[in-house]
């Protein structure tokens, strides 16, 4: 994410008001951005663009600003900021973070925050609005059920952990096809399965008010058999797993497990299983330096050629692709 959506530059200006003004439209007018302290000189960017489910842009500036939502307007959005160069002091609900490369902040609907740069020089970080709809059809998506009341987020993320990570490669990944406009951001369903991708990644990493409906308990829609075996596809992905195994460890039948992830996860027992590796060597090959074939084979996979076709269908590109963005 070194400098995202390069073809959907909003303003570039001198006054910050010029970039205020820009984020309001944006955003669709959902948010009221107003500076922190005098205004600052200096370049103040912004680049973005917006969808029904999601706004995004690129915010390049020294201006400190307070964002809270507006009066009477949609106060059903997430707000997600992830930095790639500088620092931000933030605060948002009495709660207060370093926002870096390492740290991302969420913020949750109706929830006011304040973010001053730290230092002397630009910050430039993302903003991504999710709406409500969309956390919630992920949530359901999960449990078999929506929430019963709003998804509240912890407001600071780590990045620098497994489920960190997840987030913030689903957030390149997603902000990588936005800039690949003319293959693949024209078809919407593209688009949105990516952004549902970050919000299952996000809804599994960070805390928040409903996280015990997803690991814990008997849940709706998701039998004991299926989160049993989950848990062991989880615990045991880098062995060889096999229907059978799988079935044996859940204490069911391969039918009755299979029709579990069918009804629940709209997908057979071993593409779950094959997606999950997939989505770990991913991560694995943007965070290490390893060979491909290295991390491939550490992650169960035992035929290199099947697994670069299948990589490439779920990823549009070839793993040596992703390799040389390191």
Not at 111 to 134: C, H, K, M, N, Y
Not at 288 to 309: E, K, M, Q
Request: aromatic share 6%; glycine share 10%.
């Amino acid at each position: 994410m070194s400098t995202p959506l390069r073809n959907h530059l909003i303003t570039r200006s001198a006054n910050p008001a010029d970039l205020l003004n820009a984020t309001t439209r944006l955003f669709g007018g959902s948010i009221v951005p107003s500076p922190l302290g005098e205004l600052r000189g200096g370049v103040h960017e912004l680049r973005g663009l917006a969808a029904p489910d999601f706004a995004v842009g690129y915010f390049a500036t020294p201006q400190g600003v307070r964002v809270a939502p507006a009066q009477g307007r949609d106060r059903g959005s997430y707000l997600v900021n992830i930095g790639l160069s500088g620092a931000l002091s933030a605060t948002c609900g009495g709660r207060r973070a370093t926002l870096d490369t390492f740290t991302a902040g969420v913020v949750n609907p109706g929830d006011t925050q304040e973010l001053r740069p730290l230092g002397s020089g630009r910050t430039r970080f993302v903003g991504l609005r999710i709406s409500r709809a969309l956390v919630e059809e992920e949530f359901a998506a999960l449990t078999g059920h929506r929430p019963m009341s709003a998804v509240r987020f912890d407001f600071a993320l780590d990045l620098t952990t497994r489920q960190g990570r997840s987030v913030r490669l689903q957030a390149g990944a997603f902000l990588e096809q936005l800039d690949a406009k003319e293959l693949l951001f024209p078809h919407t369903e593209l688009s949105r399965s990516q952004l549902r991708c970050l919000v299952t990644a996000l809804l599994l990493a960070q805390p928040h008010s409903h996280t015990a409906e997803l690991y814990n308990g008997p849940r709706p829609g998701h039998p004991r058999p299926l989160r049993a075996a989950v848990a062991y596809i989880e615990a045991n992905l880098a062995e060889h797993l096999s229907l059978a195994g799988i079935a044996a460890a859940a204490g069911c039948s391969t039918r009755t497990l299979s029709s579990a992830f069918r009804t629940g996860l709209g997908l057979t027992p071993m593409s779950y299983v094959r997606n999950l590796r997939l989505d770990r060597i991913r991560e694995d090959i943007l965070a290490t330096g390893d060979p491909v074939g290295a991390i491939a084979y550490r992650w169960g996979v035992t035929h290199l050629g099947r697994f670069a076709g299948a990589y490439r269908d779920r990823f549009a590109e070839l793993p040596s692709g992703t390799a040389a963005r390191r």
